[in-house]
């Protein structure tokens, strides 16, 4: 008879606290999944991981407040969440209600669970990189089936897959933070088996394809400036690998044929940029300390453009562009100041300092495959994603989170 306890308990002997508590293990793992297959299930995997989290440590008696009080993150975003919630009050509710607002409350619940959990279960990491790693296999496989039958593996249409406002957006967040993860991942560590950096480098080439499938240029340019950051890290600390030169390669190679085959250099739609920006900018200086409001931002937006208070642009070829309508700034940046003012900008900046600075210290196993991630964000946020759209603030959140679980978690997939 052995000296020693087993690693694990059966699951009939764990406490009702463990089993909630694996439950959330599950949930949370799969979120990315959910966000490939739509709003209803991604939101319902984050209320299932907070309810299971919560539950947990009701049964178990157990105060998170502490431990959370001590983490880097936690203050920096509940500043961020204060700056919306203040925002909401000073302006008060538009178009889209109060509650839209309020409701950014469930990916901070969400992310302090995925801290909570991985300060102590040091396997999470685990159920979240394979997550990822599904969710973007998934992708792939349901735009397969859609191209070749009409309808993916859950009755979806192709037209879907074909346009900007399917579930195209949430496969690209998904794709460009997974090239990323498991392209620099794949290359800076030697310790993986040979087995697991090709699995990896497979997922990266996946994610790749699925944004040249998408055909929109900033999660292209976001993902290759992530993953071209990241092996530019490693490989100046001495992590260098043919691997690594291999997918750039293979990436860069693709990007510069999507962007020919496509005809995607086009520049026409950056001068609609410009006018949004110069709306934007305006919204802030008006409204310079909490902004008019995430949910009064179309408001705003619409009453100040379509009332001609601010100048159009005009191309070079002389096509006027003064958009009427507009849900966001299309700049990370501007988004912050115009709908949150300097107070949200300053929090999101805090908490992205903090975020950045757990992510460079001392990477090594998964931890590889995060150095990537800021720049990746920093460009989607050039021209790219709402940090307010319920799919991308919560996918930041889930990706912030995973960050938070760096240092904590122990145990690497």
């Given at each position: 008879?052995s000296?020693?306890?087993?690693?694990?308990?059966?699951?009939?002997?764990?406490?009702?606290?463990?089993?909630?508590e694996?439950?959330?293990?599950w949930?949370?793992?799969?979120?990315?999944?959910?966000?490939?297959?739509?709003?209803?299930?991604?939101?319902?995997?984050?209320?299932?991981?907070?309810?299971?989290?919560?539950?947990?440590?009701?049964t178990?008696?157990?105060?998170?407040?502490p431990?959370?009080?001590?983490?880097?993150?936690v203050?920096?975003?509940?500043?961020?969440?204060?700056?919306?919630?203040?925002?909401?009050?000073?302006?008060?509710?538009?178009?889209?209600?109060?509650?839209h607002d309020?409701?950014?409350?469930?990916?901070?619940?969400?992310a302090f669970?995925?801290?909570?959990?991985?300060s102590?279960?040091?396997?999470?990491?685990?159920f979240?990189?394979?997550?990822?790693?599904?969710?973007?296999?998934?992708?792939?496989?349901?735009?397969?089936?859609?191209?070749?039958?009409?309808?993916?593996?859950?009755l979806r249409?192709?037209?879907?897959?074909?346009?900007?406002?399917?579930?195209?957006?949430?496969?690209?967040?998904?794709?460009?933070?997974?090239?990323?993860?498991?392209?620099?991942?794949?290359?800076?560590?030697?310790?993986?088996?040979?087995?697991?950096?090709r699995?990896?480098?497979?997922?990266?080439?996946?994610?790749?394809?699925?944004?040249?499938?998408?055909?929109?240029?900033?999660?292209?340019?976001?993902?290759?400036a992530?993953?071209?950051f990241?092996?530019?890290?490693h490989?100046?600390r001495?992590?260098r690998?043919?691997?690594?030169?291999?997918?750039?390669?293979?990436?860069?190679?693709?990007?510069?044929a999507t962007?020919?085959?496509?005809?995607?250099?086009?520049?026409?739609s950056?001068?609609?940029?410009?006018?949004?920006?110069?709306?934007?900018f305006?919204?802030?200086?008006?409204?310079?300390l909490?902004?008019?409001?995430v949910?009064?931002?179309?408001?705003?937006?619409?009453?100040?453009?379509s009332?001609?208070?601010?100048?159009?642009?005009v191309?070079?070829?002389?096509?006027?562009f003064?958009?009427?309508?507009?849900?966001?700034?299309?700049?990370?940046?501007?988004?912050?100041?115009?709908?949150?003012?300097?107070?949200?900008?300053?929090?999101?900046?805090?908490?992205?300092?903090?975020?950045?600075?757990?992510?460079?210290?001392?990477?090594?196993?998964?931890?590889?495959?995060?150095?990537?991630?800021?720049?990746?964000?920093?460009v989607?946020?050039?021209s790219?994603?709402?940090?307010?759209y319920?799919?991308?603030?919560?996918w930041?959140?889930?990706?912030f989170?995973?960050?938070?679980?760096?240092?904590?978690?122990?145990?690497?997939?």
């Amino acid at each position: 008879m052995s000296e020693h306890a087993p690693e694990s308990l059966p699951v009939s002997t764990r406490s009702r606290p463990e089993r909630l508590e694996n439950l959330a293990l599950w949930t949370a793992g799969f979120f990315p999944v959910g966000l490939v297959l739509g709003n209803a299930v991604f939101e319902g995997l984050m209320a299932l991981t907070v309810i299971f989290w919560l539950a947990s440590l009701m049964t178990g008696r157990r105060n998170p407040a502490p431990g959370l009080a001590a983490h880097p993150l936690v203050i920096p975003w509940l500043s961020w969440y204060a700056a919306i919630l203040v925002s909401l009050v000073m302006n008060g509710p538009g178009s889209k209600g109060a509650g839209h607002d309020i409701a950014f409350g469930r990916a901070v619940l969400f992310a302090f669970a995925i801290m909570d959990i991985g300060s102590r279960r040091p396997e999470l990491p685990r159920f979240l990189i394979r997550g990822m790693a599904a969710a973007v296999v998934l992708a792939a496989a349901n735009t397969a089936l859609a191209y070749a039958s009409g309808f993916d593996l859950v009755l979806r249409p192709l037209d879907s897959y074909t346009r900007k406002l399917g579930i195209t957006p949430q496969i690209g967040g998904v794709a460009v933070y997974s090239v990323v993860f498991f392209g620099s991942w794949a290359a800076a560590d030697s310790a993986l088996p040979a087995r697991s950096r090709r699995l990896y480098a497979l997922v990266a080439i996946l994610a790749m394809l699925q944004l040249f499938q998408i055909h929109s240029r900033t999660p292209i340019l976001a993902a290759l400036a992530g993953l071209i950051f990241a092996l530019w890290f490693h490989w100046t600390r001495g992590r260098r690998s043919a691997l690594g030169i291999i997918l750039a390669g293979i990436f860069l190679s693709g990007v510069l044929a999507t962007l020919i085959c496509l005809h995607l250099w086009s520049t026409a739609s950056i001068y609609d940029r410009f006018y949004i920006w110069r709306v934007s900018f305006t919204l802030f200086k008006d409204h310079p300390l909490f902004g008019v409001g995430v949910s009064s931002f179309k408001d705003a937006f619409t009453a100040l453009s379509s009332h001609g208070l601010v100048e159009g642009v005009v191309s070079p070829a002389g096509r006027l562009f003064q958009k009427p309508v507009e849900t966001h700034a299309h700049n990370l940046v501007l988004m912050l100041l115009a709908s949150t003012g300097l107070f949200g900008l300053l929090a999101f900046g805090w908490l992205f300092v903090r975020v950045s600075r757990l992510i460079f210290s001392s990477p090594k196993g998964h931890r590889l495959g995060l150095p990537g991630w800021p720049a990746a964000l920093f460009v989607m946020g050039l021209s790219g994603e709402n940090i307010y759209y319920s799919w991308y603030h919560a996918w930041v959140s889930f990706i912030f989170a995973f960050a938070g679980i760096a240092l904590a978690s122990r145990e690497d997939p």
